[in-house]
């Protein structure tokens, strides 16, 4: 595979296939039609020529049509459009497997990729420019476009209700999903070509225009029905961060930074004012931190509705989704909100103005912009925030390596083994892209402890004031390369400031994928006073990386905390770290910790002779690596009690739930009543306690677990039971408040339901909730007591009066009468007044849907199904998605599903849709494999449709039904569809069938390989194949030159015309060590087989003995002759098992009996048969089977490989077997090559096998006696066969 991008060796310099670079840009929108959702407008792109012989001009534009195209306002060029990512597979129609879509999709995609040189328009220059072009001189391109009903790029919203456009709030927005600004005009959509910018936008008089630059000036029209806004960009920047939206925004201007301006829908300026209240604070903080000034003279602000993320970020402009806007009174959101605001700036430095050469160079801006971001949440927020946010994503990032697979930063020099292509960014999973930037702002942080925090802050400086030089100068050839920071530019850089050579961080944690994974434990030597520590990597997992470096560990000893480094050399390594302590048996003495605080330890828990409280392994978390240590339960109570790093706390509490004792539920109980702790652990205690609590059910004495805290934190002071008036000024009160109900909601008693006291209390929440006085509103407390009613709940033991009846009222308990009543009573309630962001109707649905899932309610889809339509609230509308798939799921209803589809094609907020989809992936509606009556064609061609076509201008919804397509059916094709028929192929230069490496891949091939044996002249034994139970079939004799007929029933089709057609079933017995039929000079005409009229004998076992009486219409002669060789039943089965495991067949057990072929020699002519089957079959199958013979002189004709694909049936019901005997000297000398190979055990052997051959068309072949077409060429006719559909298989679902 080619990368997008070359690099001399020794400058590093990037060097992209284009012949020009682009100067400057101007953007022209004319006008923008709201009730049309069109755009029409011009873009001049001013060029120059890099090649004297330049003739034409790539540039990407999609979905948008173009009028005309000119070179410097005088003459007309002509151009061509071509999209090939439109349709992704164009090849075969038949193909369905996801690793052919995905080499497909990244084919098309390099296709138009401007790195690459390519692109969707291509510009033939006039021929009077040419003389421009030979000295050089910048040319001017114009193209005029237009785009109506933009499908991707551009969005319009514009609510259904009466009034002006202004007065419903009508606005759109652009955004984009990695570089796709050639969604909504033509550009150079690339990060590696920045220019300066003029746009130009017209629109209503009523809206207000906010796009990349300066705002030069308005211009009102001669009628002042609209107005001109002209922004002018002087910082060359690149397409893909050009945005630009068109809306009736109120705007504000940052009263403490006048160039920040900040804009929203009406009527939600005061929500505006508060959200936006700190944003001058990032800027200061990475002005400070960076020591350079923000590179753009002005930021905006904009806040839209159905955003297509969180925020957007461009040049000098980002787009926010107006649910991040909050009043004083919300809590909750306001962490969120800012970490965003303030990750927007910091893409400003790194991201935009900054931007990456190539994408693979793309783990630097995203880790670099993330790693500001964490700076920041570390000085807003606090270090115990930070490091409890940098253990979250660090244990997300190894998870998705674990489960999914290994992610590469920088994948120019390989590529991983993934369902899709990292060479591309329009091919990456978005849930990869996610934690990919996640795993970049790890990595950079780690870099920062390699190399130190102020050396990394240098090297960002140099890097801004670089650029920052080079954005200033007028345009020259690769006057601008500075701006774009690539691998070996940072590498360069950080050796220039900092003197050290980090190539060989980059080749661990950069070329690489995967992280560490280590497994340990210790001894404490007595005698030796020392501690044998081991330590072994786990290298078999799924995205493990094998580490080797600088290894931290950390003892706390009775006298005090010291740290170890150890060198990893070795997947297994042991180390003896000698004590500095004795142990104290009697002596009591206060134990220095990390901290240098001093406290005082009761030791009776520990060992005598042991001065070891606890051990922690890369403690500061230096490292990618997942670490599972072993130690004593009391090592762990010791660190949750003593230790003050939140990461060592919330390591302990997760040890701990394997420890279900009194002195760990002491532990717990202590850290949640610790005011001194962060809140987060307290959190993570409370859910501990709880699961500990539920081990402890048997042996628990006193009231339920955490009731006493909570009415000793909450509860009046002249009545404890009742809980006091809502005060939320004490943040860390507040989350405990809304945590532990929801953690006693899940106590549970030895009958396994929540105890009656548990439910009461929290009951009495509710009714004595009080926040008529609190300055933050209740709304997320109101939902978390919501969430402890449905955890509350435990599946239903009912007893039904009547077939088909579900529960009703009548048989509800009284608790969960309470419990429906409440969850209604609040979902009314938010439905008069409603709440912010409808959080309680949210977990409203979550718990009826919970109410439904465990039988207290009758399962109905129809409630969601009205909260999940268009124009509700976008979070209630993804809580309703969430149960209509858990549905969908537990009932099997293939209507539901389809409807969920219509919403993932139409519905118009294609952030939902994008929803929609992770939901499914989450909680796909059945396993890969499984029989489900949703496993259907229709589902896989719908899905499939989607993937290739539909959702061909938005790439994130094109990646999330491939994710989609790969959770529900793998990498390899749909076993309800079949096997195709191109399965096998025959390589005609080697003379021997290969798999179709478009259907299975390459590296799969080694699955379908046996080791090859030696066969000696035996009894044939018996090939298997089922058929159904109380069938009866006895072939006595057939023979060569007559054709064998069946009755074929009408409405069986078949797409292609094949052979023999045996059904794919797992207990078919057939020779893997096949020879090929096709050998030169060796070949056998037909009708010239040595001993045509030698009879063969079948015989059918249907479960009893077998029936051997023949039918009238065959001849009576039964004469035995001696089998042909084949190989022994088990090698075979086995062989076939991986075969249809692959095709995803299932065996059959109970409705399935065996045909048993006693003995195959040449059949005679005349005769035929009828038989019955049944078989899994593609209906674009036609690979063909083939049976072989033993000739007269004892040579043994090879069997074809194509004896295990079934093939489809052909319309006029015959199937043959065709095979081609070699001479008697080529069997031998293969013979001898397989002894040697099996004496030497060297090597596997490849097969030679028969080339399946096609049928012709039923108007070309000659017709027999009986009616049915014969083959010329074969000189086997064998029995025909008729496969009845199979019967759908009964299941149950509990």
């Not at 570390?378 to 390596?401: A, C, H, M, P, S």
């Not at 990869?432 to 050396?455: C, D, H, N, P, W």
């Not at 919501?786 to 509350?792: H, I, K, M, N, Q």
């Not at 044996?1013 to 009866?1032: L, Q, R, S």
Request: hydrophobic share 35%; net charge negative.
């Amino acid at each position: 595979m080619e990368t997008s991008h070359k690099k001399t060796k020794k400058e590093g310099k990037f060097d992209t296939h284009r012949p020009y670079k682009l100067a400057h840009q101007t953007l022209c929108v004319r006008a923008i039609n709201f009730r049309q959702k069109s755009i029409f407008g011009y873009v001049e792109l001013t060029i120059h020529p890099l090649q004297t012989d330049l003739r034409r001009i790539k540039i990407n534009s999609k979905q948008c049509k173009i009028f005309h195209v000119s070179a410097n306002d005088q003459w007309e060029a002509r151009f061509l459009y071509n999209d090939p990512t439109l349709e992704i597979c164009q090849e075969d129609g038949k193909q369905r497997n996801l690793d052919f879509f995905q080499n497909c999709h990244l084919k098309s995609m390099l296709g138009v990729d401007p790195d690459q040189g390519n692109g969707e328009v291509t510009i033939k220059l006039p021929v009077e420019v040419f003389p421009i072009v030979a000295d050089l001189r910048p040319i001017k391109l114009c193209i005029e476009f237009a785009l109506e009903q933009p499908k991707g790029g551009v969005h319009f919203v514009v609510p259904n209700i009466e009034g002006t456009l202004a007065e419903k709030a009508a606005h759109m927005f652009t955004y984009k999903h990695e570089n796709s600004s050639r969604l909504w005009f033509p550009c150079i959509d690339t990060y590696s070509e920045p220019c300066t910018w003029k746009i130009e936008i017209t629109c209503d008089l009523s809206m207000t225009a906010v796009s990349c630059g300066e705002l030069i000036e308005t211009i009102y029209t001669s009628d002042r029905r609209s107005k001109t806004f002209h922004y002018f960009l002087s910082m060359p920047t690149a397409a893909p961060n050009i945005a630009m939206a068109v809306g009736p925004f109120e705007i504000l201007v940052d009263p403490n930074m006048h160039e920040v301006t900040h804009f929203c829908l009406p009527h939600l300026t005061d929500l505006l004012k508060h959200t936006t209240s700190y944003l001058h604070e990032a800027f200061e903080f990475y002005e400070e931190l960076l020591s350079s000034r923000n590179p753009y003279s002005c930021y905006k602000q904009v806040f839209v509705d159905e955003s297509y993320e969180d925020f957007m970020p461009y040049a000098t402009m980002t787009i926010f989704s107006t649910n991040l806007l909050h009043s004083p009174r919300i809590i909750d959101q306001t962490l969120e909100t800012r970490r965003m605001l303030a990750a927007a700036v910091a893409e400003q430095f790194f991201g935009c103005f900054i931007t990456m050469q190539s994408c693979s160079d793309m783990w630097i801006t995203r880790g670099v912009a993330g790693y500001l971001t964490s700076v920041f949440v570390k000085k807003t927020f606090g270090n115990n925030e930070y490091r409890y946010q940098i253990n979250r994503d660090l244990k997300e990032v190894q998870e998705y390596e674990n489960r999914v697979g290994g992610i590469l930063l920088d994948p120019s020099s390989k590529d991983c083994n993934h369902h899709f292509s990292i060479r591309n960014p329009h091919t990456l999973s978005p849930k990869y892209i996610e934690v990919f930037s996640k795993k970049a702002y790890l990595v950079t942080r780690m870099l920062e402890i390699r190399i130190g925090a102020q050396l990394l802050i240098q090297v960002f400086n140099k890097i801004l004031s670089l650029a920052y030089s080079a954005s200033q100068n007028k345009f020259v050839a690769n006057t601008w390369n500075n701006m774009c920071v690539s691998t070996n530019s940072c590498l360069k850089l950080i050796s220039t400031v900092t003197g050290k050579d980090i190539q060989p961080f980059l080749d661990l944690w950069v070329t690489q994928s995967g992280c560490a994974r280590f497994f340990g434990n210790s001894v404490f030597n007595r005698k030796r006073n020392v501690v044998e520590l081991e330590l072994k990597q786990d290298l078999g997992a799924k995205g493990s990386l094998k580490y080797v470096g600088p290894l931290t560990v950390t003892i706390q000893e009775l006298d005090g905390s010291f740290n170890h480094t150890f060198k990893i050399e070795e997947n297994k390594t042991k180390f003896d770290i000698t004590c500095h302590s004795k142990s104290r048996r009697n002596k009591k003495k206060k134990i220095p910790l990390m901290t240098a605080e001093e406290v005082d330890m009761d030791l009776s828990a520990m060992d005598a002779d042991s001065p070891v409280l606890w051990l922690r392994i890369d403690p500061d978390m230096h490292l990618l690596s997942q670490v599972t240590w072993e130690q004593p339960d009391f090592m762990w109570q010791y660190q949750l009690k003593f230790e003050r790093d939140v990461v060592a706390q919330k390591e302990a509490i997760v040890a701990l739930e394997n420890y279900p004792t009194a002195a760990t539920r002491k532990a717990l109980t202590d850290t949640l009543e610790n005011e001194h702790c962060f809140y987060r652990v307290r959190m993570e205690a409370c859910l501990c306690l709880s699961k500990v609590a539920n081990s402890m059910v048997n042996n628990w004495v006193g009231p339920p677990a955490m009731i006493t805290i909570f009415r000793k934190l909450f509860g009046s002071h002249s009545c404890p039971n009742i809980v006091r008036q809502n005060n939320f000024s004490k943040l860390q009160h507040y989350y405990l408040l809304k945590t532990i109900p929801f953690a006693m909601a899940h106590l549970r008693s030895i009958q396994a339901i929540c105890p009656p006291d548990v439910l009461h209390f929290i009951l009495e929440l509710f009714k004595y909730n009080d926040n008529s006085k609190n300055k933050y509103s209740d709304n997320y407390y109101r939902a978390a007591l919501l969430d402890s009613l449905a955890a509350t709940l435990s599946p239903a033991v009912t007893i039904m009066t009547g077939l088909g009846e579900g529960p009703t009222m009548d048989s509800l308990t009284s608790e969960t009468k309470q419990i429906l009543e409440e969850i209604t009573r609040c979902l009314n309630l938010d439905k008069l007044l409603p709440c912010y962001h409808h959080i309680v109707t949210v977990s409203c649905l979550k718990a009826i849907r919970i109410l439904q899932k465990f039988g207290h309610l009758p399962s109905d889809v129809s409630l969601f199904r009205n909260y999940m339509q268009y124009g509700v609230f976008r979070n209630v509308r993804i809580a309703a998605v969430e149960a209509v798939v858990d549905y969908i799921k537990t009932d099997c209803k293939p209507e539901e599903l389809h409807n969920l589809i219509d919403v993932i094609e139409t519905d118009p907020d294609v952030y939902f849709r994008h929803i929609v989809i992770r939901k499914l992936v989450q909680n796909p509606p059945f396993k890969r494999g499984e029989h489900s009556h949703l496993h259907t064609q229709a589902l896989v061609e719908r899905l499939w449709k989607l993937m290739n076509i539909e959702f061909s201008h938005d790439c994130r919804l094109r990646c999330d039904i491939a994710d989609l397509y790969f959770t529900l059916y793998g990498r390899t094709r749909p076993t309800c569809l079949g096997i195709p028929e191109s399965l096998v192929v025959f390589n005609l230069k080697e003379k021997k069938a290969k798999f179709n490496p478009s259907v299975v891949p390459v590296e799969m091939e080694a699955m379908f390989e046996e080791d090859e044996e030696e066969v000696d002249d035996v009894e044939t034994e018996n090939i298997a194949m089922e058929v159904e139970e109380g069938e009866i079939l006895d072939i006595t004799e057939v023979t060569t030159s007559g054709t064998v007929e069946t009755d074929v029933p009408h409405g069986l089709k078949r797409s292609a015309d094949s052979p023999l057609d045996l059904g794919p079933h797992p207990s078919l017995d057939v020779n893997p060590t096949l020879e090929s039929s096709i050998v030169e000079g060796n070949t056998v005409e037909a009708g010239q087989s040595e001993d045509s009229n030698t009879s063969f004998k079948l015989k059918i076992k249907i479960g009893g003995a077998p029936v051997d009486s023949a039918p009238s219409f065959l001849p009576s002669v039964r004469e035995e002759i001696r089998p042909p060789h084949t190989p022994s039943s088990t090698q075979a089965s086995t062989f076939t098992s991986d075969l249809f495991k692959f095709v995803g067949m299932k065996q059959e057990e109970d409705s399935i009996s065996k045909i048993s072929v006693s003995s195959i020699p040449p059949p005679q002519t005349g005769g035929s048969v009828s038989m019955d089957t049944i078989g899994r079959l593609s209906e674009d199958s036609s690979s063909p089977i083939h049976y072989s013979s033993e000739t007269k002189g004892g040579s043994k004709p090879p069997m074809s490989f194509a004896g295990l694909l079934p093939g489809s049936q052909t319309s006029g019901g015959e199937v043959s077997m065709q095979t081609n005997p070699d001479d008697p000297s080529s069997s031998k000398s293969h013979k001898s090559k397989k002894k040697k190979k099996k004496n030497k055990h060297k090597h596997k052997h490849k097969h030679k096998h028969d080339k399946p051959e096609r049928d012709r068309e039923s108007s070309d072949r000659p017709k027999d006696a009986g009616g049915h077409y014969s083959s010329e060429t074969s000189t086997v006719n064998s029995p025909i066969v008729k496969l009845d559909p199979p019967s759908s298989p009964e299941f149950e679902i509990i």
